[in-house]
């Protein structure tokens, strides 16, 4: 079993950065990938990144890819999500999430969920 919590969101303009955190508990974290999605308002939960267990490989959406970048730290038992050049249709809550074996970009395939940390991008 994994727990998760995720931080660092808040309100930034357009063209700013933040970097959000997901700190693990529970036995096993460095067997899991790991990934972030997001979830904006009348909208269905999206994938925007995963990383594999060890770190060695990445894949990212389309609307993310060369802004924000995905990294983990099995030894802090931590998995980060650097948002670079934000933009307000990244307005979102991000969720992170964990999934035992392979890299995966369904939201379906993960086991285990955090709470989400809002992430907003005004114009």
């Known amino acids: 079993q994994v727990q998760l919590v995720e931080s660092g969101g808040g309100l930034v303009q357009a063209g700013d950065s933040l970097r959000l955190s997901c700190a693990a508990s529970g036995r096993g974290f460095s067997t899991y990938a790991m990934g972030w999605f997001r979830q904006a308002p009348g909208k269905e939960r999206e994938f925007v990144a995963a990383i594999t267990w060890g770190g060695g490989s990445t894949v990212y959406a389309e609307s993310v890819k060369g802004r924000f970048t995905i990294s983990r730290d099995n030894a802090k038992i931590t998995v980060y999500l650097q948002m670079n050049s934000l933009k307000p249709e990244d307005t979102a809550v991000y969720y992170c999430?964990?999934?035992?074996?392979?890299?995966?970009?369904?939201?379906?395939?993960?086991?285990?969920w955090g709470q989400g940390t809002q992430v907003t991008v005004s114009s």
């Open positions: 999430a964990a999934h035992r074996g392979l890299i995966r970009t369904s939201k379906d395939d993960y086991e285990y």
